[in-house]
């Protein structure tokens, strides 16, 4: 009955799982006999309809439901760009505030007119060649 392939396992694990299994078998008979006590014959008898009948037929929507259901569909997606304009707008300030963080630490040093020049003047200090 149960789709377990345990043939790979050790024994005691496939004891476990069978085990498992049983419990949880158990626990779902006894749960279903909780919530669908049996009947005796008599109030099956009385309980039984007659014939059995259809639910009613769902109505059939006419052009008043179709722009009904449109508008409402209208206003979710309108609602659904403003929160994507707002979530643009709160990213761009976010940008802005780190740009303008990290430009305020930006400070211009001179130090000569190019890096080689630097390291020129580095070389020429240590006269051992």
């Known amino acids: 009955m149960s ?10 694990m496939q004891a476990r799982i069978a085990q ?21 014959p008599h109030q099956a008898a009385i309980a039984m309809p007659a014939a059995p ?7 059939v929507p006419n052009l008043m439901d179709h722009t009904i259901a449109l508008r409402q569909e209208v206003a979710a997606l309108s609602q659904q760009v403003t929160a994507m304009g707002q979530v643009v707008e ?3 300030q976010a ?18 007119a190019t890096y080689s020049q630097n390291f ?10």
Do not use: R
């Open 53 to 59: 009948v259809a639910p009613p037929a769902p109505p």
């Open 20 to 40: 498992i299994i049983e419990g949880a078998k158990q626990k779902a008979i006894a749960q279903h006999q909780t919530q669908y006590p049996p009947e005796s």
């Open 120 to 129: 020129q003047e580095q070389v020429d200090v240590g006269d051992d060649y």
């Open 3 to 12: 789709n377990v392939n345990t043939d790979g396992l050790p024994p005691e």
């Open 95 to 112: 940008v802005g505030s780190m740009y303008s963080m990290f430009q305020s630490q930006t400070t211009p040093t001179d130090t000569g």
């Open 90 to 92: 709160a990213c761009g």
